[in-house]
């Protein structure tokens, strides 16, 4: 068996779509653009590349995109002044900031002064509470995508047994939330989980979110479940050049799944454009507006 490739560029594209029109409807109804404000702090290269991409996206959807590149001597009071700001002002209906940041800054102390309305990755501790309660929150946004993708195989979820490994509190915690509120039978695996290949092979919904490169193997995977790999690592191919790989060795594991996302292609373009639908979101919950279905 060669399992169904989950085509996350295509799902994003569409997505994207569903946005871009909804942002054009509520200009048109309400004179209102959704604005997002990007703060990246420093000059790493993944970050400035993945702010990049960001930054476009909002544009070809008709937000408005703010964005706010600080040097790596930023002081932490700094940034907490130039988010206070950005709480304050009307115009911006979503606030990032991009991690990771420079040790001099308490990255958990930045999470928690964004204000929660505007807080469109999902971290802040009361977005955080209100997911883990089942209450309306802003949902992380490469889970909600997990799910979007899960949700491109099967109608429901109800009922399925899913393991999550990971438990970041970016991915694996909020994830394992998500697939609650899907009546999922959750499980989340981690370093210190005993028999690890044997969690996993119960799994009708495996999702990896654990950072090691193409860590899970073929035979971990169960026939017929389907798998999402969160994963992005590069590791060295022949002649020395680079390539990107998930967390789980997709070679083997295609043979065996039923359906599978691929690395790059998969989880990565989900991300940004349930960004941008979070802000979106946020946009319409701020202006006391109905939140479209997307």
Known sequence: MTAQIIDGKAMASGLRTAVAAE???LAAAHGLTPGLAVVLVGENPASKAYVGSKSRAVVEVGMRPLDFPLPATTSANELLGLIGELNGDAAVHGILVQLPLPP????ARIIAAVDPAKDVDGFHPLNAGRLASGLPALAPCTPVGCIKLAKAVHASLSGLDAVV?????IVGKPLAQLLLA???????AHSRTRDLAGVCERADLLFAAIGRPEFVRGGWVKPGATVVDVGINRVTAAGGKSRIVGDVCFAEAREV?????PVPGGVGPMTIACLLANTLKAACMQAALPVPEI
């Open 182 to 188: 899907e009546n999922a039978t959750v499980t989340v």
């Open 104 to 107: 001099q800054i308490d990255a």
């Open 23 to 25: 942002t054009r409807r």
């Open 165 to 169: 490994i990971g438990r970041s509190n």
């Open 257 to 261: 799944a039923g359906a599978i996302t």
